[in-house]
Every structure is written in C-alpha cells, then in structure tokens.
C-alpha cells in the first residue's frame, strides 16, 4: 500500500512569489491534514480537510490556503512569500475511523524562500 | 502560548539502558496524548499514545506514562537501540465539536535521541 505522497520534496521561490505544494493521501484516507515544521517552532498544524471540507484551521495567515478534491488529494497554497515561510511542510492522513491522533505522514515538502 | 513542551532538546543514552524522555502540556481538554518518532529525510511515524483515562499504556520496549495532576507525560524504552536514536515528539490532541479523532495535534518541538553503542 503507498504512503502518502508529498510533491515536489524541494523548491527554492523568492520572497513575494506563490508557491502550491500537493498531497496525495493513502488510499482510502478521506482526511489530510497540513503541518509546518520549523527549527525554532517544531511542527504546527496549518489545516486539517475531510471530504474537501475545511474542518479546522490553525493560527496562521490568510496567505496560508488549501483545498482538498474529490479523491481526497490535497493541495495548500502561500502566495507573497517571506523568509520566514522556509520550513518543511509535512501532510498527513488518517482513517476515518483509526486510532485517536494517528496520523500518517509524508515525506515532506521543503521550502527555501530567498 | 507553548501547549505541549519538551524541555530537553536533546538525550544521549547507552544502548541497552533506559531513555526517558519527558514531555509537559498545559491544557486540561487534552483527551489523548502521543509518541511520534523522526528520521532525517522522513515523515514523522507514530510511535505510542495514551488516553487521558489511562496512566500507562505499554507497547514491547515502549511505555508511555501519564500524570494527569502533574500534567505530565513520559516515554520509557527499555533497551535502548542504536535504531531508535531520532527525533521523537510528543503531541496531544483535543476532541473537538464533530466528535471522533482528529488531525489537528499540538505537537512539541521534540527531543533529539542518541543512542550509543
């Protein structure tokens, strides 16, 4: 069974561009959720979609965005980059009805923003 | 606001012995709490959890312990491996309106294990 599949692993932008990072969960997982992870701040969640519905939503700003489609793939969106935005973006999926806060995560997505 | 803290940002332990690390959280509506190990170049796995209800839940060489008065949390593995040197983070999540489990985890910033042969 293939894990959850992040693309693409690395990508260099420039402060002020958009970048889109995609996310194709576990066949079968209806859930994915988004998660930031930075030296100083660890892992925080960015979002969370079911059924390309938004269920939750973390303490980020507005140019943080996603979306999930019909075959639950996902994708999430930073438009007018900072430095600050650098980090490895990691998405996860999980079963509908797993165990509590078990979540199965890609390899991430690593962003460098000059 | 810091939820869920790892205060030692790094441990070093003989393989064979015990690695304990330790993790404190602020939040009371926390329902269940968990383990999530970390090798350079991957994704997080999970590892172990533990419910609220429960003070210890155990998993072969894995333990994870809860005091709930202390808001506090640990993971014990006994014997320490070479393998297991990672980066482990523990995370808790808070049942939310819909019901169920949810990906929404408030994750620490981990602990760097290092375990010598």
């Known amino acids: 069974k293939a894990g959850v599949t992040q693309t693409p692993r690395y990508l260099i932008k420039t402060r002020g561009q958009q970048v889109t990072l995609s996310c194709s969960p576990i066949?079968?997982?209806?859930?994915v959720s988004w998660y930031q992870q930075t030296p100083g701040q660890g892992l925080q969640f960015l979002f969370e979609?079911?059924?390309?519905?938004?269920?939750n939503k973390g303490n980020f700003p507005g140019r943080f965005s996603g979306r999930q489609f019909s075959n639950s793939r996902s994708e999430m969106n930073v438009s007018t980059l900072e430095l600050g935005d650098s980090a490895l973006y990691l998405c996860?999926?999980?079963?509908?009805?797993?165990?509590?806060?078990?979540?199965?995560f890609g390899e991430g997505s690593r962003l460098t923003v000059l | 606001d810091q939820q869920v803290k790892q205060n030692s940002p790094s441990l070093s332990v003989q393989e064979g012995r015990i690695s304990i690390l330790n993790c404190d959280y602020t939040?009371?509506?926390?329902?269940?709490f968990l383990w999530y190990k970390k090798y350079p170049a991957e994704g997080p796995t999970f590892l172990i959890s533990?419910?609220?209800?429960?003070d210890k839940n155990e998993d072969g060489r894995f333990t994870v312990f809860l005091n709930k008065s202390a808001k506090h949390l640990s993971l014990h593995i006994v014997p320490s491996q070479p393998g297991d040197s990672a980066v482990y983070f523990c995370?808790?999540?808070?049942?939310?309106?819909?019901?169920?489990?949810?990906?929404?985890?408030?994750f620490g910033k981990g602990t760097k294990l290092s375990v010598k042969p």
């Open positions: 996860a999926s999980r079963k509908d009805r797993g165990h509590p806060g078990e979540l199965f």
């Open positions: 066949s079968g997982h209806r859930s």
């Open positions: 979609y079911f059924s390309e519905t938004q269920r």
């Open positions: 939040n009371s509506m926390f329902d269940y």
């Open positions: 533990i419910s609220s209800i429960k």
């Open positions: 995370a808790a999540s808070k049942r939310m309106n819909y019901g169920g489990s949810q990906g929404n985890l408030i």
